[in-house]
């Protein structure tokens, strides 16, 4: 049972680029939750998707776009890379319900470095 | 406002030895859910432990049990006979009832086993 895979593993960028993320959820899960990771901190909620459509969105400026394929694997975008969006930006998969055990599984994370 | 706390940056324990982990949390919503993650150094977060606010039994998974105190609104993770592969980051995190799906993350407590 494959578990949530993410590409690439590590990623270096400089001022202003753009990246793209990729993440690939866990069997049978079909919504995907993306985090932001800074050195030091606790994730922090992007957003996420389901049936293809951002459902609820943490509090990121309009710089981190996403996208959800029908296979449920999701992509996340960051235009105009600042300095500070450096960090492990992990994903996180989980089967959509309303039960608040469902359980998110995490990938192992892209790290970012903006320089 | 939603919030999850660990006070304790660092934590040192001995093989075969417990050792508890500190979170407590701020909501004002009845129906939650608790959570608690491990993220070595590798990055990725795996997924230990639920506690619902309406259960009425402290969870338990193998070495793993949560005690949990509702009215001090606390959570705190018990390891019951550590061994060197705990040592790790391990994060507490929230999910509020509702229309929301979205993780609560404390800054996490660093876990040294040593021998």
């Known amino acids: 049972d494959a578990g949530v895979t993410q590409s690439p593993t590590h990623l270096i960028k400089t001022r202003g680029q753009q990246v793209t993320l990729r993440c690939s959820p866990k069997?049978?899960?079909?919504?995907v939750s993306w985090y932001q990771q800074a050195l030091g901190q606790g994730p922090q909620f992007i957003f996420q998707y389901y049936e293809e459509e951002e459902r609820q969105r943490g509090n990121f400026p309009d710089r981190f776009s996403g996208h959800q394929f029908p296979n449920y694997s999701s992509e996340l975008n960051v235009n105009a890379l600042l300095l500070g969006d450096s960090a492990l930006y992990l994903c996180a998969s989980s089967l959509r319900g309303r039960s608040l055990q469902e359980t998110q599984y995490f990938g192992p994370g892209t790290r970012l470095l903006v320089l | 406002a939603q919030k999850i706390t660990q006070t304790q940056p660092g934590m040192f324990v001995q093989e075969k030895e417990a050792v508890t982990l500190d979170c407590t949390y701020d909501?004002?919503?009845?129906?939650?859910?608790l959570f608690w993650y491990k993220q070595p150094s590798s990055g990725e977060m795996i997924f230990l432990i639920y506690q619902g606010s309406y259960d009425q039994q402290n969870a338990t998974e193998g070495r793993y049990s949560l005690n949990f105190q509702k009215a001090r609104k606390s959570a705190n993770l018990v390891i019951s006979a550590s061994q060197l592969g705990d040592s790790a980051m391990y994060f507490c995190?929230?999910?509020?009832?509702?229309?929301?799906?979205?993780?609560?993350f404390g800054t996490g407590t660093r876990l040294q086993v040593f021998p």
């Open positions: 909501t004002s919503d009845p129906s939650y859910g």
């Open positions: 995190a929230m999910r509020e009832g509702g229309n929301t799906d979205k993780l609560i």
């Open positions: 069997s049978g899960h079909d919504t």
